[in-house]
């Protein structure tokens, strides 16, 4: 379901990839030893509530994807992680907030 989801957001197909990555989260859910992959999922997900507009539910799928990868501990993932995020707060208005984000991608 991930990668339908992945590919049907790539054509702009939102409500699909909406779908596929809530059916895929589902799944990961139920089996949560990789926290690697279902953060990626999680960020992936609230990427697409971006684009669906749905702000406060980017930011808190966001947030939960960055969690999980600063659990996991990959310096790389997590900048590109706080990026993403702050990206939304940016379209929220809430420049303070991205600005923070931003330079702790640092």
Do not use: C
Not at 24 to 49: E, F
Not at 66 to 89: C, E, K, M, T, Y
Not at 96 to 105: D, H, K, N, V, Y
């Amino acid at each position: 379901w991930n990668g339908i989801g992945t590919i049907a957001s790539a054509t702009g197909d939102h409500r699909t990839a909406l779908q596929m990555y809530q059916k895929a989260l589902v799944i990961r859910r139920a089996h949560p030893g990789d926290r690697a992959n279902l953060a990626t999922l999680l960020s992936n997900l609230g990427g697409v509530y971006k684009n669906l507009g749905d702000k406060p539910k980017a930011i808190e799928t966001m947030e939960e994807a960055l969690a999980l990868q600063r659990l996991v501990g990959n310096p790389d993932r997590i900048a590109r992680f706080l990026n993403n995020l702050s990206a939304v707060h940016m379209l929220s208005g809430n420049y303070q907030r991205a600005l923070e984000l931003s330079t702790e991608s640092f």
